[in-house]
């Protein structure tokens, strides 16, 4: 699974990232995570499985939501505690939920 996170600039999700990972790795799930800054999302998206927008950019989900919806991807902003918090397992969580969902 490839999961994308946009935030403002690409660099505040990276210890998110990181937590993503290792919950993954303890899970046993095949994922590749990355973060990118919002002016890089819409192109990263046509590489990923499912986008999480980070709370503070959670105006941009109906700027991307077209596009998303054009590459047949699901979206969703990243709930603000879980965020807050770089609780990695919820995250990652969400992100399987949204792509067996769609």
Known sequence: MKILLACSSG???SLLVSKMREA???TGLDCEIW???QDKAEE???KADVLLIGPQMRF???KFK???KEIGIPLDVIEPMAYGRCDGKAVLN???QL???S
Do not use: F, I, P, R
């Open 11 to 13: 660099m505040s999700t």
């Open 24 to 26: 993954a790795e303890n």
């Open 35 to 37: 973060a990118v800054s």
């Open 44 to 46: 990263e998206m046509q």
């Open 60 to 62: 941009l989900k109906s």
């Open 66 to 68: 077209g596009k998303a």
């Open 94 to 96: 969400k992100a399987v």
């Open 99 to 101: 792509v067996n969902e």
